[in-house]
């Protein structure tokens, strides 16, 4: 392999690492507490608006059930109002972004509906405001599961990172369509697949033990 | 008040603990308010104003799609004295549950009205609520603690959560590690604790405020005999030395036969007896405080009676007289009388004597001749004791 193709494989690698840690960090901006209202504003809950969540939960499944390849491009006009332009690597941010936060709000909320009612019970019985209880309960107690969820959510990430490649995305995926397939270089397409798979293990490695040691519920001798 | 013999720590714990827990709270006692956990009078003075009352208070569950509207209770009537330990007992689904619950405003009544130290809980929204329910304290069947957080961090929350700046947090919480004797599992979490050491963390958390008012939801019923022993010997402290009033919910007789001093039976929603302790167990009245009583008292005929039983006399029949015996009463031999004065053989077929808040109690079933039921029957009224005609076999 020569070396500039090496040089395009490691800008590549960057480039999608670059997309999805923007992505998942403005999607965790906003999917955390879309997630966490999700999980607490139906009726008889913590900050309960029954009409509001019924109304965010279908926008949410609404962006959700879009195959994203259709969600690249149907918020083109959106993405060039944001970034200007709706080519490279930014430009695919828009679009990552917009599928990571509903699928983070779904995941935080099914995290935060796992932790024991009696917990947020025995908060409220001390007299703690909705907020402590989501901070000092809710968060604490499903943190382990969120970052869980957050490991998945990249994962996918990484996967959508490659499909905006097919509209000039820049990235692994880009590379791979560009190169790999349309140019006939299978090494390139092999050497992507073989990056792509060491980034999700990497990842997934990191997210099970971080997980794992702030999982507090397991018994340590 | 029962059996105090009962240690205070669980299991192998050391004599050591329970005295350094003691000093603990001597060194609370000099400390000033906040730190201070004996706020209340520590002895109780049945007297003063209760310290809770429910005043005809009612709670109904509206209908949902899945289920009919639920009475969960009705006109609830009840007094807790300042500083006493108050049992609710009642099978599940009696409400016991729902009513502890208004006391620290979890819910709110559909009716009437419950006050808590002389303030309306239901009448208060936002941060006066918050703080009213600051001043009660409440443990739980499974604990409720927070996995995330030690033995230290979740007897923090409480006093986090009221906004105390750390240093203060910090004295109070290790004060509490020594009350509840667990100043050396400070920084376990649950996960590593066992049941009776997170019951403590619960009680250690419910007090970090100073509470006048416990509340105690089953929270001896995830444990087992001796464990549950050991916390309702620390219950008890927690009453005797700080003054802390309890009101406790169980389906469990012997939680209140061993720390109760009154107690209200509750049946479908409504209070259907309510007395001091020894009463209950002396002379309960309705079915239900009966069928709970009889597991202490236990003395059900034996099979090959019960099985046949007849509502009226026979001639040259036996009948069948349940004594209680109370008080005084328990020093008179009453059914060596009744052999004696009437001249009749009087057999024992079952019985037991037992101590219930700190008083003799005993309970025979004894078989007499029919004849002489309506004569022994009025001896035994000379000499004040219970008796009671269960039936007769022939």
Known sequence: ?221 | MPDRSISLAEGPIPDSLTSRAEIAIKNIDLLEDPGSLAETAPQPDMAVAPIIRFAGVSKRFAARRSSDAVVALDGIDLDVPRSSILGIIGRSGAGKSTLIRLVNGLERPSGGRVIVDGVEIAALKGRALRQAQRATGMIFQHFNLLSSRTAYGNITLPLEIAGWDRARINARAELLLDLVGLADKRNRYPAELSGGQKQRVGIARALATSPKVLLSDEATSALDPETTQSILALLTRVNVELGVTILLITHEIHVIKEICHRVAVLDAGQIVEQAEIFDLFARPSHPTTRSFVQTITGVALPEEFAGRLLPGPKPGGTALLRLTYTGEAAEQPAISRLGRDLDIDANIITGQIQRIAGRPLSVFIVAVPARAEAAALQLLAKLGTEAEVMGYVA
Do not use: C, H, W
């Open chain 1, 1 to 221: 392999m020569s070396p500039e193709i090496l040089n395009l494989i490691v800008s590549a690698t960057v480039d999608t690492l670059r997309m999805v840690a923007i992505a998942t960090t403005l999607g965790t901006v906003g999917g955390l507490p879309l997630g966490v209202f999700l999980a607490t504003s139906r009726r008889g809950e913590l900050l309960a608006s029954p009409r509001l969540n019924a109304a965010l939960s279908l926008l949410v499944n609404a962006t959700r059930s879009t195959p994203f390849i259709i969600l690249v491009v149907a918020i083109i006009p959106f993405t060039r109002l944001v970034v200007g332009t709706s080519i490279g690597t930014y430009a695919a941010i828009v679009p990552l972004t917009v599928a990571a936060l509903p699928f983070i709000a779904r995941l935080v909320e099914a995290s935060v509906r796992e932790v024991d009612p009696g917990l947020v019970e025995a908060a409220r019985g001390m007299g703690a405001t909705p907020l402590q209880i989501i901070r000092k309960v809710l968060l604490a107690e499903a943190l382990p599961s969120i970052v869980l969820s957050l490991t998945l959510a990249v994962v996918s990430l990484i996967g959508f990172s490659a499909m905006v490649g097919t509209v000039g995305g820049g990235g692994l995926g880009d590379l791979g369509i560009r190169f790999g397939y349309q140019r006939f270089m299978p090494d390139v397409m092999a050497a992507v697949v073989v990056v792509l798979i060491l980034l999700v293990q990497a990842i997934q490695s990191f997210g099970d033990r971080l997980a794992r040691r702030l999982n507090r519920r397991l018994r340590r001798d």
